[in-house]
């Protein structure tokens, strides 16, 4: 591929004291193994308090059983880790260009990123993403609450009484509006069937669908399971979702079954952990990751300056004709692509018939870059 022009010097200038982004990823990944390790060693210390509208962690779950649980996430946390970094190595053997500064418009690319401002242009789209997106967050922030309460002293835990009514009604409402989400991804996908989704539909779509699906799902029936346990107490009827769903299991199995589902649900979640950076999941970190990225002194539609071709003397090759010669950037918008076609559906040559489609030029560097990267790495659609 000839068609990429080099970046002018002042972008090319990179600033190469900077640590390489795959160290980063792996010191970030043992810092995460560390805290998860810590965590395990704190929570077991012996502050275990039980109030009466409330609920002790890990409820049913033999001790053997979170020893392993928390084994298998600190080992999955560093596959994910390593996985990322690797990918990593790809795309930071591109030429160099220089993306820093601007920090304040960078941050604001974040946030647009991270909220989902741009993709909330499409209505349909943008909705269906939010519900997964917020739905998927709230979820993860209700664990990590539930852990910081479990973590800390008996006269500090504040997960009782009217917040954890609260919690419970919140946690409930944005797991519907997480399963609703994906239910609706799932239509539009093998349903509706548009012509930019069904072109590039993958078996990899699915596993995503379902895994983060098994994770809701599980998570409701391992509540359901856990009210039937306790004797379905009145306050428990805040969890509009899980009360309910208590009355289908029966008192007999509800220990058995919650401790089955609870095993189930954590397996989902490791499953994420490895879908995340093999998938084009992995866009939930790098698509706001390159927003912020995207930002630069030259003018957004700005062309590079390009030197005389037909009076330099100095100009060995011209665009890129392997993967290291296009810029690490370059390489990196192939990682953060969603694979959405959203480019070619507005492309001009390609809505009059022409064969160029902008989104199989960006799937395709992915996967010449992939393929030729020192350590294995999956395509940007690899199943
Ligand atoms: S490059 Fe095209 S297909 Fe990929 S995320 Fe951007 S608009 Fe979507």
Redesign the pocket.
């Known amino acids: 591929m000839t068609t990429t022009e080099a970046p002018p010097s002042e972008e090319r200038a990179a600033p190469r004291r900077l640590p390489r982004p795959s160290a980063v990823i792996g010191a970030l990944g043992v810092l995460s193994v560390i805290a998860t390790l810590a965590l395990w060693w704190l929570g077991s210390l012996p502050d275990e308090v039980e109030f009466e509208t409330g609920r002790p962690v890990f409820i049913n779950i033999p001790d053997v059983v979170v020893a392993l649980f928390y084994v298998a996430v600190t080992t999955f946390i560093g596959v994910t880790s390593y996985l990322f970094a690797v990918r990593a190595k790809s795309w930071q053997r591109g030429a160099a260009e220089s993306r820093s500064g601007l920090l304040e418009r960078r941050l604001h690319r974040l946030r647009e990123g991270l909220t989902m401002r741009t993709l909330l242009r499409d209505r349909q789209a943008g909705l269906m993403h939010s519900m997964i997106y917020y739905g998927f967050l709230v979820l993860f922030l209700g664990t990590v609450t539930l852990e910081i309460d479990h973590l800390l002293p008996g006269n500090l835990k504040f997960l009782h009484g009217p917040v954890y009514l609260g919690y419970s009604m919140v946690l409930d409402l944005f797991a519907l509006v997480f399963l609703g989400g994906l239910a609706w991804a799932a239509f539009r996908r093998y349903v509706q069937r548009p012509l930019r989704l069904r072109t590039k539909t993958k078996p990899e779509d699915g596993w995503i669908l379902l895994t983060l699906a098994l994770i809701g799902i599980t998570g409701l029936v391992i509540e359901a399971a856990r009210i039937s346990l306790v004797g379905r107490p009145d306050f428990e009827r805040w969890s509009f979702v899980g009360f309910p769903l208590s009355g289908l299991v029966p008192e007999s199995i509800a220990s058995g079954f919650h401790l089955t589902m609870w095993i189930v649900h954590a397996a989902a979640f490791m499953a994420f952990l490895v879908v995340l950076p093999t998938t084009k999941l992995r866009h939930m970190l790098t698509s706001p990751a390159n927003m912020a990225l995207s930002v630069r002194a030259r003018p957004k539609g700005a062309m590079r300056e390009m030197p005389n071709l037909l009076e330099a003397t100095d100009v060995e090759t011209v665009g890129a004709s392997v993967p290291a010669e296009f810029t690490w950037k370059s390489l990196f918008d192939t990682e953060a ?8 559906s507005v492309c001009p040559a390609n809505t009059t018939g022409k064969p160029l489609d ?2 199989e030029i ?1 799937l395709k560097l992915g996967e010449v870059a992939t393929q030729t990267a020192a350590d294995p790495v999956s395509s940007p659609v690899s199943m």
């Open positions: 692509c969603t694979v959405c076609g959203r480019c070619t902008p989104r960006v």
